[in-house]
């Protein structure tokens, strides 16, 4: 049967909870179809959310997150409540955004890897965060992450 692979991932196709914290989500890795071939996967959350860690008040992100997967791929929902369970979590910017990185690195081990955290004014001064894992892999088309610089976002 063709879901026989994934029956093990207990968040699929069940009402589960959101996390509360970044710590206590799961991200799971499902095995990747095309591992002859290099190709680029992108997620993109244009409406991600913490709390700053001093005033409590609530950041804004758009981000976008590029990878060359490996042996595995992401699966989507975790991923989806992995970044939700930022919500009410306290952290600077450059923390949420390198904190994701280096979990989805950990959990799958994609050949490459790259976020760009576009973050939202505070005290009038937008912060965009970027990290990668290296040098991307030869013949991988990598698109533009189609964010505007800072204009109102939109």
């Not at 710590?23 to 890795?29: N, S, V």
């Not at 991600?48 to 804004?60: A, E």
Request: a negative charge; charged letters at 25%; glycine letters at 10%.
């Amino acid at each position: 049967m063709p879901g026989d692979m994934y029956q093990e991932y207990t968040r699929l196709g069940e009402k589960v909870d959101l996390p509360d914290d970044p710590d206590k989500a799961i991200l799971d890795p499902v095995p990747n179809p095309h591992t002859d071939v290099d190709y680029l996967a992108r997620f993109v959350a244009p409406e991600f959310t913490s709390l700053c860690p001093v005033t409590g008040q609530p950041d804004f992100a758009h981000i976008v997150i590029d990878y060359v997967p490996g042996e595995h791929l992401v699966e989507s929902k975790s991923l989806k409540l992995f970044l939700g369970s930022f919500r009410n979590h306290g952290a600077f910017h450059e923390d949420c955004t390198v904190a994701i990185a280096k979990r989805i690195v950990a959990a799958i081990s994609p050949k490459w890897l790259r976020i760009s955290g576009y973050w939202y004014p505070r005290g009038g001064i937008p912060i965009d965060v970027f990290y990668q894992t290296g040098e991307v892999p030869k013949g991988v088309y990598v698109p533009e992450t189609g964010v505007q610089p800072y204009r109102g976002r939109g």
